[in-house]
């Protein structure tokens, strides 16, 4: 499980040169989550996990500072949380997260770009029910032993603790995100190189050359949309 969510984050952190489209749907992230509570992350849990979830991402200060004085303000801008499930080639399964203003223009872009690349999209609960909301967080420079000591002795339970490619990684239930985390600072660790709640797929797929080709492209398309916050699958990117 572990490996091929490293796999995947390694290859969308290969192609994600536009920084500042990925800043922009952060700034936006961001701001809807301290519109929620406070906009303080110690009092608000939603936008304690997004601002994690961007210090992994090098995500600029100002940029996080700019989206909280943004909600602190008199902004009425509003956006809606929506989720679209659909298929790609072969029967691979995706989810798509998005934050909007405009309801119809972001159904009609994830719609086109399923259709334009093998992929159609779904009714709900088509794809969902077959990926398990995780929390994942990942520290370098620990052995599996010592994280597995680190949250026995703060009595966190979680899932799984794997290593992968120099680091390890600590899979849990969501509600455990923040008492994980806490583990590990109160053992002095405060970076992470993962820290966010993703839908993992239960079983990954892997696809022929030809369909692998046309679900990166889909996959893209999906992720180059500025509506569209988070892209969740089932497959196993080829290195």
Known sequence: MGRKWNNIKEKKASKDGNTSRIYAKFGIEIYVAARKGEPDPESNRALKV???????????????????????????????????????????????????????????????????????????????????????????????????????????????????????????????FHAVQEAFKNAGIQEFTVAEVTMLAQNFVALPEEGQAQFEKMIDALEDLDDVQQVYHNVELAD
Not at 118 to 145: L, P
């Open 50 to 176: 997004v601002l994690e979830r961007a210090k992994t991402y090098n995500v600029p200060k100002s940029i996080i500072d700019r989206a909280i004085d943004k909600a602190k303000g008199s902004s009425e801008e509003t956006y809606e949380e929506l989720r679209y499930e659909g298929f790609g080639p072969n029967g691979s399964m995706v989810i798509v997260d998005a934050l909007t203003n405009n309801v119809n223009r972001t159904a009609s872009s994830v719609r086109a770009a399923f259709s334009k690349n093998g992929g159609n999209m779904g009714v709900s609960g088509s794809v969902a029910y077959m990926f398990d909301s995780t929390a994942i967080i990942g520290v370098a420079e620990k052995t599996v032993d010592e994280v597995i000591e680190i949250m026995l002795e703060a009595d966190v339970d979680v899932r799984d603790v794997i290593e992968e490619d120099e680091n390890v990684i600590v899979y849990a239930e969501p509600d455990q």
